[in-house]
Protein backbone atom coordinates (compact mmCIF):
# COMPACT_ATOMS: atom_id res chain seq x y z
CA UNK A 1 0.00 0.00 0.00
CA UNK A 2 3.09 2.81 0.91
CA UNK A 3 4.27 1.33 -2.58
CA UNK A 4 0.91 2.68 -4.37
CA UNK A 5 0.94 5.72 -2.64
CA UNK A 6 4.40 6.89 -3.44
CA UNK A 7 3.89 6.23 -6.97
CA UNK A 8 0.25 7.96 -7.00
CA UNK A 9 2.11 10.82 -5.07
CA UNK A 10 5.16 10.95 -7.54
CA UNK A 11 2.83 10.81 -10.82
CA UNK A 12 0.99 13.81 -8.89
CA UNK A 13 3.68 15.72 -8.46
CA UNK A 14 5.37 15.25 -12.10
CA UNK A 15 1.82 16.37 -13.71
CA UNK A 16 1.74 19.31 -11.54
CA UNK A 17 5.51 20.12 -12.94
CA UNK A 18 3.94 19.25 -16.48
CA UNK A 19 1.40 21.39 -16.12
CA UNK A 20 3.83 24.49 -14.69
CA UNK A 21 5.77 24.03 -17.56
CA UNK A 22 3.18 24.08 -19.84
CA UNK A 23 1.87 26.86 -18.70
CA UNK A 24 5.01 29.10 -18.62
CA UNK A 25 5.63 27.99 -22.23
CA UNK A 26 2.53 28.98 -23.85
CA UNK A 27 1.80 32.46 -21.44
CA UNK A 28 2.56 35.16 -23.79
CA UNK A 29 3.96 38.46 -22.42
CA UNK A 30 2.72 41.25 -24.21
CA UNK A 31 0.65 41.00 -27.47
CA UNK A 32 2.33 41.49 -30.40
CA UNK A 33 2.40 44.55 -32.06
CA UNK A 34 -0.17 45.32 -35.35
CA UNK A 35 2.88 44.79 -38.26
CA UNK A 36 2.04 46.56 -41.78
CA UNK A 37 0.68 43.61 -44.54
CA UNK A 38 3.06 42.84 -46.54
CA UNK A 39 2.40 42.24 -50.38
CA UNK A 40 4.47 39.85 -52.24
CA UNK A 41 5.81 40.90 -55.65
CA UNK A 42 6.27 37.85 -58.57
CA UNK A 43 7.67 38.72 -61.64
CA UNK A 44 6.25 36.66 -64.55
CA UNK A 45 8.41 33.77 -65.37
CA UNK A 46 10.47 33.20 -67.92
CA UNK A 47 11.24 29.90 -67.89
CA UNK A 48 15.18 30.16 -68.52
CA UNK A 49 15.27 32.90 -70.23
CA UNK A 50 16.39 36.29 -69.87
CA UNK A 51 14.88 39.29 -69.82
CA UNK A 52 16.74 40.87 -73.14
CA UNK A 53 15.45 38.10 -75.08
CA UNK A 54 11.57 38.27 -74.22
CA UNK A 55 11.24 40.37 -77.22
CA UNK A 56 13.59 39.61 -79.10
CA UNK A 57 12.84 37.64 -83.02
CA UNK A 58 10.46 35.63 -81.67
CA UNK A 59 8.14 34.04 -84.43
CA UNK A 60 4.56 34.74 -83.83
CA UNK A 61 2.97 31.47 -84.66
CA UNK A 62 -1.43 31.95 -84.65
CA UNK A 63 -2.77 29.69 -82.48
CA UNK A 64 -4.66 27.85 -85.12
CA UNK A 65 -2.05 26.35 -86.33
CA UNK A 66 -0.88 25.41 -83.26
CA UNK A 67 -4.39 23.42 -82.65
CA UNK A 68 -4.38 22.08 -85.61
CA UNK A 69 -0.84 20.67 -85.05
CA UNK A 70 -2.41 19.16 -82.03
CA UNK A 71 -5.66 17.81 -83.10
CA UNK A 72 -3.42 15.69 -86.11
CA UNK A 73 -1.63 13.89 -83.36
CA UNK A 74 -4.37 13.36 -81.44
CA UNK A 75 -5.79 12.04 -84.42
CA UNK A 76 -2.90 9.59 -85.27
CA UNK A 77 -2.25 8.42 -81.43
CA UNK A 78 -5.93 7.54 -81.59
CA UNK A 79 -5.50 5.82 -85.25
CA UNK A 80 -2.41 4.06 -83.68
CA UNK A 81 -4.19 3.17 -80.75
CA UNK A 82 -7.21 1.52 -82.67
CA UNK A 83 -4.85 -0.44 -84.71
CA UNK A 84 -3.01 -1.98 -81.61
CA UNK A 85 -6.32 -3.00 -80.20
CA UNK A 86 -7.20 -4.80 -83.87
CA UNK A 87 -3.72 -6.44 -83.75
CA UNK A 88 -1.92 -6.42 -80.42
CA UNK A 89 1.33 -6.87 -81.05
CA UNK A 90 4.69 -5.81 -79.20
CA UNK A 91 5.73 -4.27 -82.48
CA UNK A 92 2.50 -2.21 -83.11
CA UNK A 93 2.64 -1.77 -79.03
CA UNK A 94 6.16 0.31 -79.41
CA UNK A 95 5.86 1.71 -83.38
CA UNK A 96 5.91 5.20 -83.38
CA UNK A 97 3.26 7.81 -85.20
CA UNK A 98 3.40 9.72 -88.25
CA UNK A 99 3.22 12.60 -86.07
CA UNK A 100 5.77 15.43 -86.29
CA UNK A 101 5.39 15.71 -82.34
CA UNK A 102 7.45 13.31 -80.29
CA UNK A 103 4.69 10.35 -78.80
Avoid: C, K, W
Avoid at 27 to 40: I, L, N
Avoid at 51 to 75: F, K, N, Q, T
Amino acid sequence: MVMFATILIMSLVAVAVSAAAFAAATRSEAPPAARPERRVVLERPRFFASAAREGADRPVVPVEVLLSHIERHVRLEQAAAEAYLDLPTRDALHSRTESPLLN
